[in-house]
């Protein structure tokens, strides 16, 4: 399927995870964008299991909201 418009979306992540995030995508030859687009994918194609709860307190408790 291709997305006939591409949304900028946010989420929250705690700082040092996203740079590591990053820093090893990178390291891989590859970008977080891409990364994420096709956990997406994966998780939409039932390819994934659902979440495990946030292991990080400052997330732990937030509930996003779904527009």
Do not use: C
Not at 25 to 48: E, K, P
Not at 58 to 64: D, K, R
């Amino acid at each position: 399927m291709t997305d006939s418009k591409i949304r900028l979306e946010t989420f929250r992540i705690p700082e040092n995870t996203w740079k590591d995030f990053v820093a090893k995508a990178r390291s891989n030859g590859d970008n977080a964008s891409s990364i994420l687009l096709n956990t997406v994918h994966a998780y939409l194609a039932n390819q994934l299991n659902s979440p495990a709860p946030a292991p990080d307190p400052a997330i732990a408790n937030f509930h996003p909201l779904i527009f």
